[in-house]
Every structure is written in structure tokens, then in C-alpha cells.
């Protein structure tokens, strides 16, 4: 089955290539059937492994040998095992769910064609990275998702607003990409291998602190970066510019999660320097309270559920920091499920809206919409981790709950704690306002098979994938930590009384969330909501500072590098000598290559009693 791993990826790559070199001539209804086959192609695949090696995957395809210099070897080679087939399963079904969503979704879009094509590499690049066996491929596949989505988010360029978040979002993200490529230069020099199932164990055993400082805290850099970690965070909120599938795909499948594989991934990189791990879990921690509290007050439905999904993120960073990187995994799968369904329900509410997305004006759509109503149910019960009847409650609770356990346990425990708290609030009074009360107009709108089977599947997910762990102490299925215990270790977890009292305040906070999202949603439509507190509305002012502060720092710097350095160094010093050189240069060229017989004779009988006198006088 190792040989057939190249399919994976291959399909949606195949996807974009014919897309790109035959898009044109077969039209657009062919090749966006052809771009929703090619990662449903990917997903079978990908059956099969689960169907044949669930039980211990450990499968490795090296393709073929992609440059080797000296000792320096770098293959094109992938691997499977249970964090790699977690992450290929969301990517691939979830990528082909938003595929087929699509269809009806974005018929009739004036850049379909391009659309797909960037869909289909950016499923192709996730699955690149997820799978890749090097740092070296990794990098390949992370740089090439964070290309899809500034296209993605740009995809409709023509509005000034939508270029400017693509930018924003490639620009503050090529500061974790620089970061994490240098990062991995350190790990190499040394090291002097860039294959992940050789330098782990290397790190391990020969253990270099300062190098491993520098390179932990670099990599951890590129890791907040692409999953939007405080303070890296300001570009997501922005990226909701794309179609609500882009964005859906880009919190869901793709891209942000990334950073949380990746730190999945180096465990042991982090783990090997003292103290990293609590401070990944004290980002993590204050993340998820931080953007939960932005999450109050937003008026965009897509930037509620941004700022949502850079909380939900911080969990996951939380249960890596903690040492319970199982429970991350298990999150960042019901997260999948349940923010792919709020964003793809989150589209469909934009269009019967007429393209405004001010919950504001929104209001009783559950009898217009019954389907939608409850599917987007499912996903907010999953995101605000709604006790006993959601999968978030069986995911993120047990994060919350296992940071008790953890250095620092009772910082870590109240941020998360009130993160959870908030977050059920502003999940609840963004249903309340688009759902419940008297209809606000809206038009018509009939959603296709193509949008309403997706929609189904994920909220049925939603529901029914955190089964696959009860709390400790449940009877019941408790399959997730056992069955990767032995990729990523024990998990830490509370247990006997302890386990209940923090599963009882866990249920009790939530529902009092849900209580104040009611009350959130009653004082929205009264003209005296959340949204009038500007200092959440935007986001603590943080992104105004960065704005305010750190382009003049950056133009600052870019200017003294090239008028101060570059004029006192290179032109002076480096350039000057270098022109000077040249022109005695040409002189002596130009005296000696004159035309006149007479002084080449002259020359070359220098020449001859030159090397004569260095035979004569040699041994």
C-alpha cells in the first residue's frame, strides 16, 4: 500500500494541473466537476488505508531522490502514521465537502475557473505538508498553502478591501515562514538531516540547548503565524474578504491548521528546551481568552466565526503546551467538522441577505431556512461545546480539564475556562440574532442537494465524532487517546472526584454562556449590544497599533538598509573599489591589446623568460 501514497496528494495536484493546461478548452461546468473528483479520489485512497492499517499505520514512500549535494540528500518522500492520517482524512473529505458545496455555491462566479484551480493545489499543498517525510517537503507544502490563500482570499480582487486583505495575509505570515525556515537551516547545520524520523530521535539523544532555543523558538514563530496565534493573529480576521467556502477551507482543512501539526509534529523539538512547552500553553491559553472576548462584540458573521477559530486554535496549541498534544489532535478534527459547517451555513445566510453580513440586520430564518437552522445549530452547539449532545464538549472540555493538571495548571485553567464562558456567549447571540425572533426580510434562496448534503454530513459530525473519547470515568467508547497513545504518548488526565467537579463547572459555564448570548442577542436588537464597546468591537485596538506602529518601523529600517548600509558599505567601500578596479583594469587591457606586432612580441618574450626562470629555479 506504500506505493500508492503518491496518489494522495497527486490527485488534487493533477486536479490544478489540468485545470491550468486545459481549463480553458474544456469549459468551466467540466473542470469544476473535475476539481470536486479529484480530492473525493484522494479521500478513497485514503479509505483504504484506514480499512488496512488503522490499527498501527506506519507506511513510507520515498518517490525519488530530489537534489544531492556531498552528503546532503532530500527526497521527495512521504509518510503515513496516526497524526499524518488524521490530518489527510480532514483535508481530503472535508476539501472535497467544500468542493461539492461549491457547485451550486459559486455557479455563475466571474472567477470560477481560477477558483478551482487554487482549491485543488490548496488541498494538493495540505496534503503535501501532512505527509511529507523532510522538513525540506514540509516547507514545500507549507509555502504552497500559504500561496492559495492569498489568492483565495484575494479571489475577488476587483473590490480594493478584498486585495488588501490577500496581502495582509501573505505578508504577516511570511514572517513565520522566514522564521521557520531558518529554523530548520539551524536544525540542519546541526544535525545534518532533514528527515523527521531521523532528527527527532537525534534531538533527543544529543541534545544541543542553545541551538535547540534558537530553533524551537523559531519554528514555534512560523507555527503562530499560520494558525493565527496571538500575537500573529491580525491577518485572519481580515482573510473572511474570500468566499465563505475559501474561508471555510482556510479554518477548517487547510492552512491554520497547519501550525498545530506542525508543533504536533516537532513535539519533541519543543519538548527537549526547558520551559518552551509552558509557554506554548500560555499562548494557547490567553489566545482562546483573548479572541473570545473580541468574538463579543463583532457584527460580521464571518468575523465572528474568525475570531472563533483563532480561539479554537489557541485550545489546541493549549493541549500541545500541556503535554496532551492527543487531545489537540481530537479538537482540531471536531473543529474541522463543526467550522466548515458554520462557514459554509454562514454563505448560504450572506446570500439570502443579499451579501450583507451584519447580524444586526438579521432575524428569524428558522422558518424560511428550516435545514440550515439546524445544521448551523450543530455546528454553534459544537463550537460553545454544549454539554453531553455536542462533540466539542467531549473535545474541548477535556483540554480544559487536563490543563488543571499542568504547571501553572490554575492560570491555564481560568483563561481557558473564561475563554469557554465567552465563547458559548457570542456563539449563542450570533444564532439568536440570525435565527430566532421576527423574520427581517431576506430572499429567497433554495439550496441544492450539492450544499445540503455537505451541510447534513458535517453537522451529523459535529454531533457524533466526540463520541469517539468520553471523558474518563463514562462508560462508553474511549478509542481516540488509546489508539494514539502510541504516536504521541499518555495523556495526562484528571480522574475520581476531581475529573467530576471540573466536568461540572465545564457544563455549568457553558450553559450560563448560553444564557448571556440570549441576553447578548436581546440588548443587540434593543440598540444596546456588545457591538457599542469599541474596544472589543475592534479587537482590543490591536491591529490600529500594528497599523499605526510598525509600518513606520519597517520602512524606517528598509531605508536605512539601503541608503545607510548599502550607500556607506557597498558604494563606497564595495562598489567604489570594485569600479576602480575595473577601469585600471581596462586601462592596463587596453595599453597591452593595442594592435602593434612589436609589443606582443615583447610580451610574449617576457612570458617565455618568465616561465623559464620559474623552471630553472624549481626543484
Request: with cysteine; aromatic share 12%.
Amino acid at each position: 500500500m506504500a506505493d500508492w501514497l503518491w496518489l494522495i496528494p497527486g490527485f488534487p495536484l493533477l486536479g490544478a494541473l489540468i485545470n491550468a493546461g486545459f481549463g480553458q478548452r474544456l469549459g468551466v461546468p467540466v473542470v469544476k466537476r473535475l476539481a470536486a473528483l479529484m480530492p473525493l479520489l484522494s479521500s478513497g485512497v485514503i479509505l483504504i488505508l484506514w480499512l488496512q492499517h488503522a490499527a498501527h499505520p506506519d507506511l513510507t514512500d520515498r518517490i525519488w531522490t530530489w537534489m544531492a549535494v556531498g552528503s546532503f540528500v532530500a527526497r521527495i518522500g512521504l509518510h503515513v502514521d496516526a497524526v499524518s492520517l488524521v490530518m489527510i482524512s480532514i483535508a481530503a473529505f472535508v476539501g472535497f465537502l467544500i468542493h461539492l458545496y461549491s457547485q451550486q455555491f459559486l455557479a455563475g462566479d466571474y472567477g470560477e475557473r481560477r477558483y478551482y484551480f487554487y482549491l485543488n493545489l490548496f488541498v494538493g499543498g495540505m496534503l503535501i505538508l501532512t505527509m511529507a517525510d523532510n522538513l525540506l517537503l514540509l516547507y514545500l507544502g507549507w509555502e504552497t498553502v500559504g500561496l492559495c490563500s492569498y489568492a483565495l482570499v484575494a479571489h475577488w480582487y476587483r473590490l480594493r478591501k478584498n486585495a488588501w486583505a490577500g496581502r495582509k495575509a501573505f505578508v504577516v505570515t511570511r514572517i513565520g515562514d522566514m522564521t521557520f525556515a531558518i529554523g530548520i537551516f539551524l536544525l540542519f547545520a546541526q544535525y545534518h538531516t532533514l528527515d523527521i524520523q531521523r532528527l527527532l530521535p537525534m534531538i533527543q539523544a544529543q541534545p544541543a540547548p542553545s541551538v535547540l532555543l534558537a530553533a524551537s523558538a523559531l519554528v514555534l514563530i512560523g507555527a503562530l503565524a499560520k494558525s493565527a496565534q496571538f500575537p500573529l493573529h491580525l491577518w485572519l480576521p481580515d482573510s473572511m474578504a474570500g468566499p465563505s467556502t475559501v474561508s471555510a477551507l482556510i479554518h477548517a482543512a487547510t492552512m491554520v491548521t497547519a501550525g498545530v501539526y506542525l508543533s504536533i509534529r516537532l513535539l519533541p523539538l519543543f519538548a527537549a528546551v526547558p520551559g518552551m512547552l509552558s509557554v506554548i500553553a500560555l499562548l494557547g491559553a490567553w489566545t482562546a481568552f483573548y479572541a473570545a472576548s473580541c468574538g463579543l462584540a463583532q457584527v460580521d458573521i464571518k468575523r465572528v466565526l474568525a475570531y472563533s477559530t483563532i480561539s479554537q486554535l489557541g485550545y489546541m496549541f493549549l493541549a500541545v503546551g500541556i503535554g496532551a498534544p492527543a487531545l489537540g489532535l481530537f479538537h482540531l478534527l471536531v473543529h474541522a467538522c463543526f467550522k466548515a459547517l458554520l462557514f459554509m451555513a454562514a454563505g448560504a445566510v450572506i446570500s439570502i441577505y443579499a451579501e450583507d453580513h451584519d447580524i444586526r440586520h438579521m432575524g428569524g430564518l428558522k422558518r424560511q431556512q428550516p435545514l440550515l437552522r439546524w445544521t448551523f445549530l450543530a455546528g454553534i452547539s459544537a463550537l460553545a461545546a454544549v454539554p453531553v449532545i455536542s462533540a466539542g464538549f467531549y473535545s474541548k472540555d477535556a483540554i480544559i480539564d487536563a490543563s488543571w493538571l499542568a504547571p501553572h495548571g490554575i492560570l491555564l485553567y481560568t483563561l481557558a475556562l473564561a475563554g469557554a464562558l465567552l465563547t458559548a456567549a457570542y456563539a449563542f447571540r450570533l444564532y439568536f440574532l440570525v435565527f430566532e425572533g421576527e423574520p427581517r426580510g431576506g430572499e429567497p434562496y433554495r439550496l441544492g442537494w450539492g450544499m445540503k448534503i455537505p451541510l447534513l454530513i458535517l453537522a451529523i459530525a459535529s454531533v457524533g465524532i466526540g463520541w469517539l473519547q468520553f471523558p474518563p470515568g463514562w462508560p462508553g467508547p474511549h478509542l481516540w487517546l488509546p489508539w494514539l497513545q502510541r504516536e504521541l504518548g499518555p495523556t495526562p488526565e484528571p480522574t475520581g472526584s476531581l475529573a467530576a467537579i471540573l466536568e461540572a463547572v465545564g457544563a455549568m459555564v457553558t450553559l450560563v454562556g448560553i444564557g448571556l448570548g440570549y441576553l447578548a442577542a436581546r440588548w443587540e436588537r434593543q440598540g444596546r449590544g456588545l457591538s457599542r464597546i469599541t474596544f472589543l468591537a475592534q479587537a482590543w485596538h490591536l491591529d490600529a497599533l500594528a497599523l499605526r506602529f510598525l509600518p513606520p518601523v519597517l520602512y524606517g529600517a528598509a531605508t536605512f538598509l539601503r541608503q545607510g548600509v548599502e550607500g556607506l558599505l557597498f558604494r563606497s567601500a564595495i562598489l567604489g573599489g570594485l569600479r576602480e578596479g575595473l577601469q585600471w583594469s581596462g586601462v592596463a587591457l587596453a595599453w597591452g591589446e593595442n594592435g602593434l606586432i612589436s609589443r606582443y612580441v615583447a610580451f610574449m618574450l617576457l612570458g617565455l623568460l618568465l616561465l623559464v626562470l620559474l623552471l630553472w629555479g624549481g626543484p
